[in-house]
């Protein structure tokens, strides 16, 4: 709901912060949001909108594998993972008119989110919902192979175990990821005459990927703003003939 207005440099609206939790199991996640209006003059206003979510997926689709043909499930091993999801946006919105004949829009959303791939697993049977859980384990690099029981993360690849010898069977590459976008533009519009407008529009794309897997804000917003920039300008002109 809304809180009162405040009043000094101009109307200030602000509405309470927003939690939605449909968490079940280890599915669902929680967001929180808020939703903030400022408004100096009545010329020009500011909205922001903060949110903040993790998500968790219980059972997201990793591999599937002919490796030591598993038979409840037709010779196929199919791999799965719990995935962790922590994701961070402000979208912001700015619109300020100048005068009657001259305003500008302003949009901005930068966006930082992470995916964590934990408890990974195999199905148990075909047709079912039930699988088997691979445990943590500490691999190392050997001339005849990864040593390893359950599943162990090494250089940047997760092993696995199928048979329980202490021998690495299969790998795939570390799913663990982190995105990191900007999406912004700029409008400014001006009726040179009556009926004819200029418009003059700058957009900015900006992204960043890695291969991390936790939310951490300082490094990750660095990254972003580090990252390469597709910018495009555009002008546009439109000429009212009266007949």
């Excluded at 912060?17 to 003059?41: A, C, H, I, Y």
């Excluded at 402000?90 to 009657?100: C, I, K, Q, V, Y």
């Excluded at 930082?112 to 408890?119: A, F, I, M, P, T």
Aim: net charge neutral.
């Amino acid at each position: 709901r809304d809180q009162p207005r405040s009043r000094g440099l101009g109307d200030v609206y602000k509405r309470q912060f927003e939690m939605e939790d449909d968490r079940q199991g280890v599915g669902g996640g929680w967001t929180v949001r808020s939703d903030v209006k400022v408004q100096p003059s009545d010329r020009l206003q500011i909205a922001v909108t903060p949110r903040y979510n993790e998500e968790n997926s219980g059972h997201q689709y990793v591999a599937a594998t002919q490796t030591l043909p598993y038979s409840p499930t037709y010779g196929v091993r199919y791999l799965f993972a719990d995935l962790s999801r922590r994701t961070v946006s402000m979208e912001t919105r700015l619109d300020w008119t100048f005068t009657p004949k001259l305003s500008l829009q302003l949009f901005a959303q930068p966006l930082l989110s992470s995916g964590d791939y934990v408890q990974y697993k195999q199905l148990a049977a075909s047709k079912s919902f039930e699988f088997l859980e691979f445990s943590q384990g500490l691999g190392s690099s050997t001339p005849g192979g990864v040593t390893c029981v359950g599943i162990c993360s090494l250089e940047g690849r997760q092993h696995v175990d199928f048979n329980t010898d202490g021998i690495a069977d299969y790998s795939f590459s570390d799913r663990d990821f982190n995105v990191r976008s900007l999406v912004g533009n700029a409008v400014l519009r001006w009726e040179y005459r009556p009926g004819s407008t200029l418009f003059v529009v700058w957009q900015r794309r900006q992204s960043d990927y890695a291969l991390l897997g936790d939310l951490d804000f300082e490094r990750d917003a660095t990254a972003l703003f580090q990252a390469p920039a597709d910018n495009r300008f555009i002008i546009k002109m439109n000429y009212w003939m009266g007949l």
